[in-house]
């Protein structure tokens, strides 16, 4: 099945500097990569995702970039602010019946 | 907006009881999910149903099943419910989560 892997565990940046979280997969079937935002006490919400047919996608300060090729991917988040501190979860999708397997989650703080 | 409910925000249980988490959907959804999460774990995927009736193993379905009757609905049970299965579930329909059960066994 399914292995997604995400780095780092926890991150630390100053508001306003960007923050960069990165995920492997290992199955090649994978085409469907959301990412999710879960602030404390509440349920994960999908905040971007991505197809296997694109490299990259952007919605104001966050992107998400793919190399199918090396199996990673990653969420960007330019200017952060500080309600940008909550876990953040990727996940890869084989898009059949789309189940989704979760990497273990980033907590992102950040410090005003 | 899509609206995803579970049956209870928390919940205590003692070792073998027989445990039912209920999740409805009102949008329709083919896919719905079952996941536990524990600290440092992320979301691990139980079970999951692409239709009614229809249901597939996640990756740790041990110690549990589902029911999907009616479309709306998929139920999470605990047979026989253990002290490591404390731990909060969220069901999941296509990409909207609920609220999540915070479950406790004793």
């Known amino acids: 099945g399914e292995n997604v892997e995400q780095h780092p565990s926890t991150l630390s940046v100053q508001e306003g500097d960007s923050a960069v979280i990165k995920c492997t997969y290992s199955?090649?079937?994978?085409?469907?990569f959301p990412w999710y935002k879960q602030e404390l006490g509440k349920r994960p919400q999908l905040i971007i995702d991505?197809?296997?047919?694109?490299g990259e996608k952007k919605d104001q300060r966050i992107a998400v970039t793919l190399n199918k090729t090396a199996k990673h991917f990653s969420l960007h988040i330019t200017e952060t602010q500080p309600e940008d501190s909550a876990v953040y979860f990727c996940?890869?999708?084989?898009?059949?019946?789309?189940?989704?397997?979760f990497g273990t989650g980033t907590k992102l703080q950040v410090i005003p | 907006d899509v609206k995803v409910t579970q049956s209870s925000r928390y919940l205590v249980k003692r070792t073998g009881e027989k445990v039912f988490l209920e999740c409805v959907q009102d949008?329709?959804?083919?896919?719905m999910f079952w996941y536990r999460q524990d600290p440092g774990l992320g979301l691990r995927l139980i079970y999951f149903?692409?239709?009614?009736?229809?249901?597939e193993k996640g990756d740790i379905p041990e110690g549990y099943s589902v029911s999907r009757e009616k479309k709306e609905r998929f139920s999470l049970i605990l047979e026989s419910a253990s002290t490591n299965q404390t731990s909060m579930y969220l069901c999941?329909?296509?990409?909207?989560f609920g609220p999540g059960t915070r479950l406790t066994v004793l």
């Open positions: 991505i197809r296997s047919n694109v």
């Open positions: 199955d090649s079937a994978s085409n469907y």
């Open positions: 996940a890869a999708s084989d898009g059949g019946y789309q189940k989704v397997t």
């Open positions: 949008m329709d959804h083919e896919n």
């Open positions: 999941a329909s296509s990409g909207f």
């Open positions: 149903s692409y239709d009614v009736k229809m249901k």
